[in-house]
């Protein structure tokens, strides 16, 4: 007998939190008993672990700058009627040749609106369907604020018109979808909270001793980060660390350019190098981190007991990592220094204090979204 089938859409524009969340969820219901295949929007991703999936690479496309105002092709050109239509074909192809028992779309209608040109035909063919697939949005914990009533009224009507349901990959108990969604009342119906998405196995494999005892500085693997990690290499002969490896991890999104430059201030006890794929086991084994507040990092951070400072992305109209790390620095579980607040002084006694006295906040969050995730798809198949 043939496994159940789920297809999973997911775009990343500018760090790879969404795709990375999309692997971890898709290896759970792997692990389930189903059989998933992962479609991917953004740019090429070389640490991420797509084991355990299908996993299909549309022709990429990415935010133009920390803005998001616009999408640019992987060349740096904006994306055109052609690359559209070429997008958009072979998603429909894709979802005719599998005929998904779950279609699961990631942040839309929540986000990605710039999309629309290819999920709107996506969800049209999959509600024709017969038999129709259940279909469910897969979204994070917080969304980015928006001033724009209207448009959380289209969000309400884009769910109501082709979801069934939508999964929160959050805790209420830490912040209610309705926090950063003013009408999540209007679908109340459809909300399921799953915990937070963590490869737990991941802390549990953790092997060797790569980070011991380190400094690690992390940017995510996305193309934002740079000030953070210049300002760690100046505030670094001020801490009380300054005697042990610092080891400063490079997005890979972030050009060789940037690379090469930080490359440059290489001195002995420091070490440079692009994004690992054993992040976990750096974060696992090391003295301290420093690094920004995407949601993944964060969960990492807390399911290794890291002792964490970080500093929230803010560029552009983000607001999710900000909020998201206040909120766990008032339950003592990371510091956070804002990112218009972070100088080389103020970065360097935060770690001094980090290091003198780390915090032993309880955590209490749910941290099984993987699996209740898996579990929710498996239950809505039969």
């Known amino acids: 007998m043939s496994k159940p089938k789920v297809l999973f859409y997911v775009q990343h524009l500018l760090g790879i939190g969404h795709v990375k969340r999309a692997a971890t969820l898709a290896r759970a219901m792997t692990a389930a008993g189903l059989e998933v295949t ?5 740019e090429d991703v070389p640490v991420l672990d797509s084991s355990g999936m299908t996993f299909v690479q549309l ?6 700058d920390r803005s998001f105002d616009g999408l640019v092709d992987a060349e740096g050109n904006p994306v055109d009627e052609d690359l559209k239509q070429m997008r958009k074909q ?3 192809e894709i979802f005719q040749e599998i005929q998904p028992n779950v279609l699961i779309i990631e942040l839309y209608p929540f986000g990605r609106r710039q999309l629309r040109f290819e999920l709107i035909p996506l969800l049209e063919a999959a509600g024709k369907a017969t038999p129709r697939p259940h279909i469910v949005c897969s979204v994070r914990d917080i969304l980015v604020e928006k001033n724009k009533p209207q448009r959380d009224v289209e969000m309400v009507e884009t769910a109501r018109s082709y979801f069934d349901d939508v999964l929160i990959h959050g805790d209420a108990a830490l912040i209610p979808f309705e926090n950063t969604f003013r009408r999540a009342a209007d679908i109340k119906d459809m909300l399921h909270y799953t915990g937070y998405v963590v490869e737990k196995d991941l802390a549990m494999k953790a092997a060797g001793d790569q980070g011991s005892e380190e400094i690690i500085v992390s940017s995510g693997s996305g193309a934002v980060g740079e000030n953070l990690l210049r300002t ?10 300054a005697d042990r490896t610092w080891r400063i991890l490079v997005g890979y999104s972030m050009s060789d350019a940037v690379f090469n430059s930080l490359k440059a201030e290489e001195v002995p006890g420091v070490m440079i190098e692009r994004a690992r794929s054993d992040f976990v086991t750096l974060l696992k084994n090391c003295h301290l981190s420093v690094s920004q507040a995407g949601y993944n990092t964060l969960m990492e951070i807390l ?3 890291a002792n964490g400072i970080v500093v929230p992305y803010a560029g552009g109209h983000e607001t999710e990592q900000t909020l998201r790390a206040r909120l766990l620095a008032e339950r003592g579980l990371i510091r956070q220094i804002p990112e218009d607040e972070l100088t080389i002084d103020g970065l360097a006694n935060t770690i001094n204090a980090a290091v003198e006295q780390p915090l032993d906040g309880l955590n209490e969050l749910n941290m099984n979204g993987a ?7 498996k239950a809505w198949i039969n």
Do not use: C, Y
Request: charge should be positive; avoid cysteine.
């Open 38 to 42: 992962v479609i991917s929007g953004g």
């Open 59 to 64: 022709p990429s496309v990415k935010a133009n």
């Open 90 to 92: 072979k998603l429909l």
């Open 232 to 241: 760690s290499l100046k505030a670094r002969s001020l801490t009380t660390v």
């Open 303 to 305: 399911l290794t007991k």
């Open 371 to 377: 699996d209740t995730t898996a579990g929710l798809i």
